[in-house]
């Protein structure tokens, strides 16, 4: 139980373009996803969390017009990085909650490279 | 000072090896504490998670929480290869928005080797 999946798991996308990544949960329905990105060497950084229905929440530093969250239903989430730049590269990594995230089951990620 | 600190090793033991992975965190505001284990190019895997200071078995695994002094610890006994993963310890703490949010060590790299 518990499994979350992402698509694509590695996407190469030329610079200015925009790359849509999707994360579900397969056997649950989760009230709250996250997005997190990792550099290589690095923790994860949380992104922004969003919930079912409502705009997502982002950190402080992370731009909402480029990274563009739509949670459209309990088991769906969508990131758009928008205008896509080199420096944007990086492991996305989703993850998905029903206990409002104290725990959390993460998707395999996706690896975005934007030459 | 960051919120949660983890060497991030790497660390090689022999295979059987007793395994001990440790993180120290400044936030008092951490409810619930995590371990997760991330295979290269992979998501995290969640391990455990414990909520008061204590033990907790799962198998091979142990977690351990010392509130009062902000550590806590992953113990693997019977180590194998199949253990050789970067692990994450990972703290949630509750946002003003009502979720909970959670914050990560590096990551310490573990090598088993046969």
């Known amino acids: 139980g518990a499994v979350v999946s992402q698509h694509p798991s590695w996407v190469i996308c030329k610079s200015g373009t925009s790359v849509k990544i999707e994360c579900r949960s397969l056997?649950?329905?989760?009230?709250?996803m996250f997005w997190y990105r990792q550099f290589p060497k690095q923790s994860l950084m949380l992104m922004a969390t969003s919930n079912e229905g409502s705009k997502a929440t982002y950190e402080q530093g992370v731009e909402k017009d480029k990274f563009l969250i739509n949670h459209a239903s309990l088991t769906l989430s969508t990131l758009t990085v928008t205008s896509a730049h080199p420096e944007d590269s990086s492991f996305y990594i989703c993850s998905a909650s029903v206990t409002a995230g104290y725990e959390q089951y993460f998707g395999p990620g996706t690896r975005l490279t934007v030459t | 000072q960051k919120e949660v600190e983890q060497d991030p090793g790497p660390l090689s033991v022999p295979e059987g090896a007793i395994v001990s992975l440790n993180c120290t965190y400044s936030n008092s505001a951490f409810q619930y504490f995590m371990w997760y284990r991330q295979y290269s190019r992979k998501g995290p895997e969640l391990l455990m998670y414990t909520y008061s200071s204590g033990n907790k078995e799962d198998g091979r695994f142990t977690a351990q929480v010392d509130k009062s002094s902000k550590y806590i610890s992953l113990f693997i006994r019977d180590s194998q290869p199949s253990d050789s993963a970067t692990y994450l310890c990972?703290?949630?703490?509750?946002?003003?928005?009502?979720?909970?949010?959670?914050?990560f060590g590096k990551g310490t790299k573990l090598s088993v080797i046969p």
């Open positions: 990972a703290m949630s703490s509750l946002t003003g928005a009502g979720s909970y949010q959670l914050t």
């Open positions: 056997d649950f329905q989760a009230t709250t």
